[in-house]
């Protein structure tokens, strides 16, 4: 059979992205190019700031990426690219290169949803196995998803309020930590304990997910210190929320691979990155024989790798967009 290579772009947030993966599931080069020391002097994503740095960098970074993988044009088979869901500026950037590459070189457009990005970053740890669960957990989802086979996506749950990721970031800010705060309460939490009463949220029977609640709790808190005059543990804080966090995600995921019956389960997001939730999964997946896939690190937050990974899979099941595509701020994942 003939191998296959999808050229992917990946421009959904404040990470300029390229990739060529063979097969789905051998990356041959990647280079992503984060702005997140432009973002944290704002203590957030500037949407407009964003796109204009995804204009200067995105011809660069196809082209590092080419140059790495000693390949040319000739030897890619299709162009995917995500086309949403994200900061709808940013997307456009990504959409368009993709949109001059495939007519210029005369080849097959792929568009990739973001979240199934997401989901395929497993595939380059080890080819999914069907049925499985999956816990999207990043900074604008969380969701829990049924798969019965490649892209078929049944989502069973979801967050009602804020994404996991948001919260962390809010709760960071609240308790005085940089912008992305994810990966510094998820390093805080090491070495705090978990101390301050934080609610559990949504606790309930269904398999949606909650976080604005839990982190209106953290915030009532700071400020009831602040007005006692003491302020807050920063690590103790963190590891409260963190725990609070894995808890309830935990219970919800392992509770969906129970009733539906699947042995395998795999994490997807930026969120993923967080070690106490993949020791903890960890954990449990090992206690109750479930087969447990969790990407790389640097394949949990935003890249293309997981976008050409996934784009393999859409070219297989022939899914094609036209020169008309357009950037979609939101859109289902189907
Ligand atoms: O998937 P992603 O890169 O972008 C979106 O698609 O949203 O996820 C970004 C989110 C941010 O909220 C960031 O704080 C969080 O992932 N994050 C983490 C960790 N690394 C990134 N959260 C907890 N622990 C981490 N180590
Ligand atoms: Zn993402």
Known sequence: ???????????????????????????????????????????????????????????????????????????????????????????????????????????????????????????????????????????????????KEDYSFERIGRTLDDAVGESYDKVARVIGLEYPGGPKIDRLSEIGKNLYNLPLPLNDDSYNLSFSGLKSAVINLVHKEKQKGNSIVQEDMAASFQSRVVEILTKKTMRAVKEYHVKNLILAGGVSASKAIRNEFERLCSKDHVNLTIPQMKYCTDNAAMIGAAGYYAYKLGRRADLDLNAKATDELK
């Open 1 to 147: 059979m003939k191998d296959i290579y999808i050229l992917a772009i990946e421009s959904s947030c404040d990470e300029t992205s390229a990739s060529i993966i063979k097969n789905g599931c051998i990356e041959i080069a990647t280079v992503v190019l984060s702005q997140m020391d432009i973002h944290r002097t704002y203590g957030g994503v500037v949407p407009e700031i964003a796109s204009r740095n995804h204009i200067e960098n995105i011809t660069m970074v196809i082209e590092d990426t080419l140059k790495q993988s000693q390949l040319t044009m000739d030897d890619i088979t299709a162009i995917a690219v995500t086309y949403g869901p994200g900061l709808i500026g940013s997307l456009l950037i990504g959409v368009t290169a993709a949109k001059t590459l495939a007519y210029f070189y005369d080849k097959p457009l792929i568009p990739v949803h973001h979240t199934a990005g997401h989901i395929y970053a497993n595939n380059l740890v080890k080819p999914l196995e069907f049925p499985l669960i999956a816990l999207v957990i990043s900074g604008g989802h969380t969701d829990l998803i049924y798969m």
